[in-house]
């Protein structure tokens, strides 16, 4: 989901060795697996997710399908608004696609929603901190951005306007149609806005790959 303020223009450069090829899709998919798993997890928290989970969920409670599918498809579907925008996708940025929704879809079938507030509250923290990490270990491994961050980088470079205003519009965009949909806003929408950008930085700098 997938989405975070960080893209790979922006990504720190550590000075190591260079990273072999298998390594870099190791740490791809490892990260992919968990931004899934985190998604879930901040999901059945039940106290509100990301602005891109909200649309999700909102679609699912309105139309059908596991929220995981529709990460899937409206991949898909901003990854097409990439041709217009005459982005290029990387390996990164296809796997993206294929994994996040699947990832989701199946640690939400093992990990039950909790009942009790006390539950809830490390179950939002875990899932926040863990999509962090997820968030440093793929786009880490410059392998291309999802899809998501694909179109506001694209938008950016063709209107000229600035990253932040075009991310901030877009997150508000889809924030606002998910709730007109049936999604759950709440103060994990909040806690999500706020930490996962720090959290992000942190991790990139520890995780990304020369």
Not at 15 to 43: C, D, F, N
Not at 91 to 115: H, I, K, Q, R, W
Not at 124 to 142: D, H, K, P, S, W
Request: aromatic share 4%; proline share 5%.
């Amino acid at each position: 989901m997938v989405s975070t303020a960080v893209t790979t223009s922006r990504v720190p450069k550590v000075p190591s060795r260079r990273t072999s090829l298998p390594v870099r899709l190791v740490r791809l998919t490892v990260g992919l697996v968990l931004y899934g798993a985190s998604m879930a997890l901040i999901l059945r928290s039940g106290l509100g997710t990301s602005p891109w989970d909200v649309f999700h969920q909102g679609l699912s409670r309105r139309i059908g399908l596991s929220v995981g599918a529709w990460v899937t498809i409206i991949g898909v579907a901003v990854l097409l608004l990439w041709i217009p925008l005459r982005q290029r996708p990387g390996f990164g940025t296809v796997a993206n696609v294929a994994v996040l929704g699947v990832s989701m879809d199946l640690t939400m079938a093992v990990v039950d929603a909790p009942s009790h507030l006390a539950a809830r509250i490390p179950l939002l923290a875990t899932g926040i901190v863990l999509n962090g990490l997820a968030t440093g270990l793929y786009i880490g491994a410059r392998l291309g951005p999802g899809p998501r961050d694909g179109l506001m980088t694209g938008l950016h470079h063709r209107t000229g306007r600035s990253l932040r205003l075009i991310r901030t519009g877009i997150e508000l965009t889809v924030l606002g149609g998910g709730v007109l949909l049936g999604g759950t806003a709440g103060i994990g929408t909040l806690a999500y806005a706020l930490g996962i950008g720090p959290l992000a930085q942190f991790f990139l700098r520890k995780l990304t790959v020369t």
